[in-house]
């Protein structure tokens, strides 16, 4: 593969694609008209007006009236008079959908199609009195949640926020929840380091991600449990994201303690586009999605080149693509799809460096320009879901194929002064998966009900290993503190990892102000363990588990719900140490026959929250929640050594999130998110302390205060614009407190225009105040060259200093 000479830090670098990528734009911009000839005068576009009854034709007075486009958007909203009656402004022509919707009513959702310039006969809008939880289209945080959610962190982000903010990595998609912090430690083709609620995710246990209802997260993973690779998202075609906190929610299992976040992908477009972007270091990325009819039903069509060097003295050179193909019939209520996602990546990587080391190789240096990795991931999924008056049924069926290998370097020399300490993960897997839920409503004794019954299950077939490597080559190392002897194979496994459960969840409308949610959640967890290279690590491990839940929900006044929840739930551990009683012989435990003793399958959690949600101030939404989170234990397998993790006692952790979405006007819109949380253990940890301490109980890396706040001009006349600051607050590094990371605070914006119907320019800027701080901090012992004294300093990754990043995008 062609390397990509290094630019010099801070300035622009167009590549020669990026060159016949702009050269061809160019041409198609020059062949389009500014102005389309064809638009029509405003003053002669049509109107939408109609009147809202109920059942018994008695008028409606107060109904929310939206016209809402394909991508789900706000594009008109009203509420009828006192006489029933609503009128929307001037619309130009195109696809709508007419959103009438009244708590207490089921909601209404019509589809307009505007073509001519010619009078729309007024519309007639029957509504019937609805069930527990009423259907609403919920697109975005703008939207009033109140009477939907069961909590005061649940909510949804839609297509429009996202597009609208200013991100360096897809996986800053995941941003959009309050709360919620993603980071990097190494190559941009590696899964993102997650921080939510008092947790350093890793790269995602506790935090369950969902793409169109097929999990993201990678049981048993050869680097870290829960794994999840946010490159195979193209943020374009996410329609929305529903997240939710806590462990208080049946549908989800696996990893959703902390919270969970789904992503919801179009299955039509808006309309067709293609976007092309490039910037400094060496960045350049082309996206295109294509949406039309065929047959019965509608083909969704796109993909995305990507390439990125970074601000690093060894580039990056990552390079990634993704596809994506999606047939789909129907409607919400009513159809079916089956898509087909395909992701590609490759890279080097600057890993994170110890701070004696910045003086030798530079604030953007590696101490091992060998690092990085490659990885692929393409998956096939069927959809179908039916609602009726009685009844809605959700089937979805998954598979995927996945690979990686990946190459690191934490700790330098410290482990063998020649060879260096550079180990090799490879994690290659098949997966299949079933999700599917029935939901029957029905009236006791004159209270709304809904009971859901819900299966899944998950099977993961897994050949994963850990390597010594010099230089991306596999060797037999030697222990530089006893001489013992390193094998190059520090452990291979086969093995099958199958994940069923079972959960049934009853919602019940007591009264007008107070609404109730119970269930209760059966998983199993099951390993078949072969190890390749220790046969005594061979075996099986079962465990099964029950989760129950509970929401209460009140209602006492006008625009205000209050909310009390509890819950139990859990994570797996790696598959691999539920059978090991044998340590590997690695750098950590230089040791032949070492005993071990095995990890538990499953980790239970239970936690706790009261929250409350207002839409009292008009245009404002606001949520305050008080949360707290058990875990039994912070035990698991470290896919770096493949021993055991210490700190087996269990922590507490708990905190507060206050996120606010205001838009006092129709093109401005202000957000403030602000969560803070605190992690201990319940006894002191010596094993997490810095040198010579006895320990403390704070749980190293947890995250803290966070504080996430923008405002957004989504369309004024024209442009539109973007400022949003990224607050991450100080981490205690050991769990004495006697190592502590610096905040992390970045500024980012975003300025576009549109040229045309067709066209529109924009600029990224990234790290607008230039700041030298750090993405991710640790504390551990490391020797930064084969001849000096190893020590124990803060370890770090740099954020990415200021930069611009231009696009042009064009639909059609």
């Known amino acids: 593969m062609m390397r990509i000479a290094v630019p010099e830090r801070g300035s622009i670098v167009v590549r020669r694609n990026t060159i016949v990528w702009f050269v061809a734009l160019a041409a198609l911009l020059a062949a389009t008209p500014i102005v389309s000839s064809q638009m029509s005068d405003k003053a002669d576009l049509p109107e939408l007006s109609g009147i809202v009854s109920d059942a018994s034709g008695a008028v409606i007075a107060g109904v929310t009236v939206q016209v809402r486009s394909a991508d789900g958007s706000i594009q008109r909203s009203t509420q009828s008079d006192r006489t029933g009656s609503f009128v929307l402004s001037r619309l130009p022509a195109g696809d709508y959908r007419l959103v009438v919707s009244l708590a207490g009513f089921e909601t209404k959702e019509i589809p307009v199609s505007i073509e001519t310039t010619e009078a729309l006969a007024p519309f007639r809008v029957s509504l019937s009195v609805g069930s527990v939880s009423t ?50 430690h190494a190559g941009g083709g590696k899964a993102n380091q997650y921080f939510l609620r008092g947790f350093n995710l890793d790269h995602g246990t506790d935090f369950a991600i969902f793409i169109d209802d ?9 680097h870290g449990e829960g794994y999840s690779d946010m490159n195979t998202v193209i943020p374009e075609f996410v329609r929305r994201v529903n997240f939710e906190k806590g462990p208080y929610y049946a549908d989800v299992g696996n990893y959703g303690s902390a919270g969970s976040a789904h992503l919801e992908f179009f299955k039509t477009l808006p309309e067709s586009f293609f976007r092309v972007e490039g910037g400094m270091y060496g960045y350049g990325r082309i996206v295109f999605g294509v949406s039309r009819k065929l047959g019965a039903g509608n083909l969704l069509y796109g993909g995305e080149a990507y390439h990125d060097d970074g601000p690093w003295t060894h580039p990056d050179n990552y390079y990634k693509f993704n596809g994506l193909l999606t047939y789909s019939q129907g409607a919400d209520a009513n159809g079916s799809s089956i898509t087909a996602r395909a992701y590609h990546g490759t890279w080097h990587s600057s890993d994170q460096i110890a701070e004696n080391a910045v003086p030798l190789v530079g604030f953007f240096g590696t101490l091992n320009p060998t690092d990085g990795g490659h990885s692929q991931r393409y998956s096939l999924q069927r959809e179908w879901h039916r609602q009726g008056t009685n009844s809605a049924t959700r089937v979805t069926a998954y598979g995927f194929y996945y690979d990686l290998d990946l190459f690191s370097d934490f700790t330098y020399y410290l482990m063998d002064t020649t060879h260096g300490d550079q180990f090799e993960q490879h994690d290659k897997r098949w997966v299949a998966g079933l999700d599917a839920c029935h939901t029957i409503f029905s009236d006791w004794l004159g209270r709304k009900v809904e009971n859901t019954f819900g299966l899944q299950v998950r099977n993961d077939w897994i050949h994963n290993g850990l390597y010594q490597d010099e230089n991306r080559v596999r060797v037999a ?12 194979v520090t452990q291979a496994h086969r093995l099958t990892d199958v994940q069923p459960s079972f959960y049934a969840e009853d919602r019940v409308q007591w009264a007008e102000k107070f609404r109730s949610v119970a269930a209760l959640r059966a998983d199993v967890e099951h390993f078949d363990v072969t190890s390749l290279a220790t046969a ?16 209460l929900i009140f209602d006492p006044w006008s625009q205000t719900e209050f909310y009390a929840q509890a819950g139990f739930s859990f994570h797996s551990n790696d598959g691999r140490g539920t059978t090991q009683t044998v340590e590997p012989v690695s750098g950590e435990n230089p040791y032949p026959n070492t005993p071990a003793t095995p990890i538990p399958p499953l980790i239970p959690t239970k936690g706790g929250e009261i929250g409350v949600r207002t839409a009292a101030v008009p245009h404002l939404q606001s949520t305050l929640s008080v949360w707290y989170l058990h875990s039994t234990s912070e035990l698991q397998q470290s896919g770096d050594t493949g021993g055991t993790v210490a700190s087996q006692q269990p922590s507490e952790r708990y905190g507060l999130e206050f996120a606010n979405y205001y838009t006092p006007v129709k093109n401005l819109a202000l957000d403030f998110d602000l969560a803070n949380s605190k992690a201990v253990f319940t006894e002191l940890d010596g094993d997490d302390a810095a040198p010579n301490s006895p320990g403390g109980k704070r749980v190293p890396e947890a995250v803290g205060l966070v504080i996430a706040s923008g405002v957004t001009v989504p369309d004024l006349k024209g442009f539109l614009a973007s400022l949003r600051l990224r607050y991450f607050g100080p981490r205690e590094l050991t769990s004495d407190d006697i190592y502590r990371s610096q905040a992390t605070a970045l500024l980012n914006g975003e300025v576009g225009y549109r040229i045309s119907e067709t066209w529109r320019v924009s600029a990224e800027f990234l790290n607008l105040l230039n700041r030298h701080d750090h993405d991710i901090d640790y504390a551990y012992e490391s020797r930064i060259s084969p001849t000096t004294t190893p020590a124990f300093t803060d370890v770090f990754h740099p954020v990415e200093p200021y930069q611009v990043r231009f696009g042009l995008r064009g639909t059609f």
């Open 477 to 488: 190392k030697t222990d530089s503190s006893t001489g013992n002897g390193l094998p190059a």
């Open 536 to 551: 005594a690590n061979s075996g099986t491990a079962t465990k099964a588990l029950p989760s129950p839940k509970l929401s």
């Open 214 to 222: 097929m999990p993201l997260n990678l049981p048993s993973h050869a």
């Open 135 to 184: 259907t609403i289209n919920v697109q975005g945080r703008e939207d009033d949640l109140i009477g939907i959610a069961d909590s005061g962190t649940q909510g949804t982000v839609g297509a429009t926020e996202i597009q609208d903010r200013p991100i360096l990595r897809s996986g800053e998609v995941l941003e959009t929840v309050p709360g919620v912090i993603i980071t990097q």
